[in-house]
T-cell receptor, first 114, second 116 residues
Framework: EPEVTQTPSHQVTQMGQEVILRCVPI?????FYWYRQILGQKVEFLVSFYNNEISEKSEIFDDQFSVERPDGSNFTLKIRSTKLEDSAMYFC????????????FGQGTRLTVV | AQSVTQLGSHVSVSEGALVLLRCNYS??????LFWYVQYPNQGLQLLLKYTSAATLVKGINGFEAEFKKSETSFHLTKPSAHMSDAAEYFC??????????????FGTGTRLTIIP
């Protein structure tokens, strides 16, 4: 069964450092998303991406964040200068299309900023 | 704007008992509603979804949910709880955005504990 894969599963980084979280969405999917879940809190939408551009972003997704689809398979989230409050589980998701199509989630990357 | 409210951050039921997890939604457009499950140290797995085809939706692992527009609810039920059902459950809503990408708005989650 096709699945969304994320690497690494856990990353520890020092405050101020740049991190790149990687995702391989399901191959025929056209819409890509990043969500995050701070420990003990709900899952929050960060950004959606379609046709090589951001289609929507939340207020969390400030200038420190960027997304890219550098090739035909990968979808990355970059945090330019990490802060302690960026520590969270980051989930990548992808879906075939609009409206009621299911979003498939990856296993997540746990980012710990120290 | 859409939102969901999950009543009860923690629910405990005995093995074999009825599971009822509550979700109420708010949406300015006809909603699409989802229940996701998250097992410890794992990602989010779709249990079921409501997309206006039928108000009673059956999902995986014996779960089902009923969409009630009059009550703006989409409660998740399972007739008989199993130990393997212990997990965090998230209700989510999506709706039309400008580009058609369907971002999900999640509830705060309900942790289900099964008592042997």
């Amino acid at each position: 069964e096709p699945e969304v894969t994320q690497t690494p599963s856990h990353q520890v980084t020092q405050m101020g450092q740049e991190v790149i979280l990687r995702c391989v969405p399901i191959s025929n999917h056209l819409y890509f998303y990043w969500y995050r879940q701070i420990l003990g809190q709900k899952v929050e939408f960060l950004v959606s991406f379609y046709n090589n551009e951001i289609s929507e972003k939340s207020e969390i997704f400030d200038d420190q964040f960027s997304v890219e689809r550098p090739d035909g398979s990968n979808f990355t989230l970059k945090i330019r200068s990490t802060k302690l409050e960026d520590s969270a589980m980051y989930f990548c998701a992808s879906s075939e299309g609009r409206m009621n199509t299911e979003a498939f989630f990856g296993q997540g990357t746990r980012l710990t900023v120290v | 704007a859409q939102s969901v409210t999950q009543l009860g951050s923690h629910v405990s039921v005995s093995e074999g008992a009825l599971v009822l997890l509550r979700c109420n939604y708010s949406s300015s457009v006809p909603p699409y509603l989802f229940w996701y499950v998250q097992y410890p140290n794992q990602g989010l797995q779709l249990l079921l979804k409501y997309t206006s085809a039928a108000t009673l939706v059956k999902g995986i692992n014996g779960f089902e949910a009923e969409f009630k527009k009059s009550e703006t609810s989409f409660h998740l039920t399972k007739p008989s709880a199993h130990m393997s059902d212990a997990a965090e459950y998230f209700c989510a809503v999506s709706g039309t955005t400008n580009f058609g990408n369907e971002k999900l708005t999640f509830g705060t989650g309900t942790r289900l504990t099964i008592i042997p």
